[in-house]
């Protein structure tokens, strides 16, 4: 039963429950006007107190496209957070107005802190480098609808392991699943974090760490790659220094297999070179469209009105 829960971790729903969104998003999918109306009494806030292009966006169309409605800010100094108020009042007072909060922070867990005053569902788009469970949810929708399976895979994750916080969330979701394993390809001040590695070896799922994309991509069915995030690193010459490590380009994939499918949660920032873009095996921006789908299908499971 998905009605009237939180989405705060990518993990906070069983595998049943995934397949059970994103069997609706597929249904969605074949013929979006039939659910036009499905949440027309309804509204959603998003309070983003972070910037914010796709998650914001897909969500607000996600919520018109459902005949509901949208409210919110994406600027927290024109709210009364400029005041200093807390996050615990925000919510408890646009739980008042709104049936279901859509919360990205820069801190991590304020959405969970949020979840403890909020009578109405909490959905987390991003909380600092920790996780960003509907990209996760954008991300295993996208592989299963290219290889109709979400196990048994081999997932290169590319670039800022260690503040991607889309990263930590796929991998998190995709290793419950059997027989998927992880090529974490990232310069060393920008590994995974411990806790992350530590998770996958107490689990048993195999992973290697490794510095050279272009010595494992052959071996990949997904590359999974990410921009280096400046917003969350302490000095600036590190970032200048790191930015342009990987820098996907045609003579990379011509290194990789036929059916590998190369992923983004967007936006890059020059580590996919443009030429990639017409690869047939590009799929960053159908990704980025199937992202409003399964938030369609994630608002009306939670409001309970599919
Ligand atoms: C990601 C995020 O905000 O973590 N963007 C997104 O939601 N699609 C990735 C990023 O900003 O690099």
């Known amino acids: 039963m998905l009605k009237g829960r939180h989405l705060l971790d990518p993990t906070d729903f069983s595998p049943g429950e995934l397949e059970e969104i994103f069997d609706f998003a597929d249904q969605i999918i074949q013929s979006p006007a039939q659910f036009n109306h499905l949440c027309d009494s309804n509204l959603l806030a998003t309070l983003f107190y972070e910037p ?41 007072t646009v739980a008042c107005y709104a049936d279901i909060i859509v919360m990205r922070h820069p801190k991590e867990g304020a959405p969970r802190i949020a979840s403890q005053y909020s009578l ?26 290219v290889r109709k399976t ?46 992350v590695t530590a998770d996958l070896t107490a689990r048993g799922v195999v992973y290697q760490e490794v510095e050279r994309l272009d010595e494992v991509i052959g071996g990949l069915d997904i590359l999974y790659m990410t921009r280096v995030q400046k917003e969350r690193f302490f000095n600036e010459d590190d970032y200048v220094r790191l930015k342009d490590v990987y820098i996907l380009d045609a003579a990379k994939m011509r290194l990789a297999r036929e059916d590998m499918i190369v992923m983004h949660p967007l936006p890059r920032v020059g580590e996919i070179a443009y030429e990639v873009d017409d690869d047939p095996r590009a799929y960053y921006f159908k990704q980025a469209k199937i992202g409003m789908y399964v938030r369609m299908a994630l608002i009306a499971k939670l409001l309970g009105v599919s």
């Open 120 to 145: 109405v569902p909490i959905i987390n788009a991003g909380d600092g480098g920790h996780l960003h469970p509907t990209q996760t949810l954008t991300d295993l929708l996208t592989i299963r609808s």
């Open 150 to 195: 979400l196990s048994g895979l081999t997932i290169g994750c590319c670039g800022d392991l260690k503040f991607g916080r889309t990263v930590h969330s796929l991998i998190k979701a995709a290793s419950r699943y059997a027989g998927n394993r992880f090529v974490l390809v990232s310069p060393k001040e920008l590994r995974v974090p411990d806790y």
């Open 52 to 92: 914010s292009t796709r998650t914001r966006f897909s969500f607000e169309a996600a919520m018109l496209r459902l005949g509901g409605n949208v409210v919110g800010f994406s600027e927290p100094g024109s709210s009364s957070v400029a005041k200093g108020e807390s996050i615990a009042d925000t919510i408890r």
